[in-house]
């Protein structure tokens, strides 16, 4: 038998509902990220602000997302993922670390992007090992698609950076096309299509295990605008 659920959150909930943010934008969360919770390792100055807001598309288990923000107290960082089970687990890893610059949202990644952010308001977008879908019937069900893409680049600001990680080799020929197709962006690792490795890149788990089985890894990223665009 599995382990029950827990419900409860340690410190401030970092969860938020969709329709709250569309209805007062983002401003709000960005004041209430700045007074954290009592305890919390993570303390702000009074009058601080975050200096740059980054997205990560299907945190999954979360160790990415934990990591960035972790390192990066000054950057307000946004996570959204389909699975209500996993945006709870997600919160409670959020609440013991004491993090005040995470906030989650469960909800699809299109909606959230159309609805949520404005234009040139993201400075990174992650999306990491999305599901494949491998089969052929099932391909449209990824979720790296030329409409989702064009949605990204409109809400990168100039310079910021849409980052893509997968392990499945047919889904990597796809992305590669869509990335490439979109003319808002720009490969930032040409004349390569994708790197198998970053430095300085947090390895989760799974990583770490795929690289042990032998599997490919593929990174993306694709920016907006270059000292030599206008995009």
Request: glycine share 10%.
């Amino acid at each position: 038998m599995g382990r029950s659920l827990k419900y409860e959150v340690p410190g401030k909930d970092p969860r938020l509902s969709m329709a709250s943010v569309a209805e007062t934008g983002w401003e709000p969360f960005l004041e209430d990220a700045l007074r954290p919770a009592a305890g919390s390792a993570h303390t702000r100055p009074p009058g601080a602000a975050f200096d740059r807001m980054v997205l990560e598309i299907g945190f999954g288990r979360g160790e990415f997302l934990l990591d960035l923000a972790t390192r990066c107290p000054k950057t307000f960082f946004i996570g959204v993922e389909i699975s209500f089970k996993r945006t709870l687990k997600m919160a409670r890893k959020v609440g013991r670390a004491g993090l005040h610059n995470v906030r989650l949202l469960e909800g699809r990644a299109e909606v959230a992007l159309g609805q949520l952010f404005e234009p040139a308001q993201l400075d990174e977008i992650w999306i990491n090992f999305s599901d494949p879908w491998p089969k052929a019937r099932h391909a449209h069900r990824r979720v790296i698609q030329p409409s989702l893409v064009a949605e990204a680049a409109s809400r990168l600001a100039r310079g910021g950076t849409l980052y893509v990680a997968t392990d499945d080799v047919p889904y990597a020929h796809q992305i590669d096309e869509v990335l490439s197709q979109e003319p808002a962006l720009h490969n930032r690792y040409a004349p390569w299509p994708f790197l198998p490795e970053v430095a300085g890149r947090m390895e989760t788990g799974y990583e770490a295990q795929w690289r042990a089985e032998g599997r490919p890894l593929h990174f993306f990223a694709h920016g907006r605008g270059s000292g030599s665009e206008s995009a």
